[in-house]
């Protein structure tokens, strides 16, 4: 299952003093999920996996880009790579300012990509057993 590749996201938010920065996130792998506890329960259409205390260590490809007046029209953008622990609480080690609002911003996302992505290895794996 591991490493884990997530599909590009891009978001644009709205950031005080700057105004709205486009925000684009792409290559991430997820290389490791450490979990504290878990359990499983029934759900509506299924099984539910509910875990928490998730630590992940992910890399992935960042770019933005806004526009801003100084006397004239300027578009200020970045890109880089980066390698980053995200923990469930949302505070990460070793990340910067701008990556962590990024990653933040990310957050519903990444958790809903990481999400169809182990659903979709674990019915490749049960079809297995069968």
Excluded at 48 to 63: D, F, K, P, Q
Excluded at 79 to 108: H, I, P, T, W, Y
Excluded at 112 to 121: L, R
Aim: net charge positive; glycine share 6%; proline share 4%.
């Amino acid at each position: 299952m591991i490493p884990l590749r997530l599909p590009k996201i891009e978001k644009t938010v709205k950031i005080p003093v700057i105004g709205n920065v486009h925000m684009v996130a792409s290559n991430i792998t997820i290389y490791n999920i450490n979990v504290l506890s878990s359990y499983v329960k029934p759900g509506d259409s299924g099984v539910v996996i509910v875990a928490s205390g998730a630590t992940c260590n992910l890399s992935m490809n960042w770019s933005y880009k806004y526009s801003t007046w100084v006397l004239v029209p300027i578009q200020i953008s970045d890109k880089g790579s980066a390698s980053v622990q995200v923990f469930s609480n949302r505070k990460m080690k070793d990340c910067s300012g701008l990556l962590f609002r990024m990653v933040d911003a990310f957050d519903e996302k990444i958790g809903s990509a990481v999400e169809n992505a182990i659903t979709k290895k674990l019915k490749e794996g049960i079809l297995k057993l069968d």
